[in-house]
């Protein structure tokens, strides 16, 4: 890990679900946090992780490492969190990319679309079986 680095770790209990970071590069993260009623601050690094392994996004195009954490410190005392709009990982990946998005949220929403064309389906399925032997 490093200086810039876009930060993530598992997010209790649910360890599927991470929460992510801006490491400072002088042991502080400055994070968006849920918990704290929804603040970006910068804590130190062992706060961050509070015990978890700690991993990092790689990006193939990113902003330059000064820009990077100059962005998280901008923003240091937001309180706009939003779960599905502007969580921990949008912020994460604005500071180190200039792009307000969330992988989680992308697929969550994808795999709820899913399920809910699944079901749709589903219904569509039985109603032509109940409906279609009405007619025979």
């Not at 599927?16 to 918990?35: F, L, N, T």
């Not at 990319?97 to 949220?105: I, L, P």
């Amino acid at each position: 890990m490093a200086k810039g680095d876009h930060l993530m770790v598992p997010h209790e209990p649910l360890s599927v679900v991470m929460h992510h970071g801006i490491d400072c590069g002088d042991g502080r993260v400055v994070e968006y946090s849920k918990i704290c009623n929804g603040t970006i601050r910068e804590v130190t690094l062992d706060e961050f992780a509070s015990g978890r392994a700690v991993d990092f996004v790689h990006y193939d195009v990113s902003l330059e490492v000064e820009e990077t954490v100059r962005r998280a410190r901008s923003r240091v005392g937001e309180k706009a969190y939003d779960l599905f709009g502007n969580n921990c990982e949008h912020f994460a990946t604005w500071c180190k990319t200039g792009r307000h998005e969330s992988a989680q949220v992308r697929n969550a929403t994808k795999a709820a679309g899913a399920a809910a064309a699944a079901t749709a389906m589903v219904g569509v399925l039985i109603l032509g079986a109940v409906f279609g032997r009405g007619r025979a």
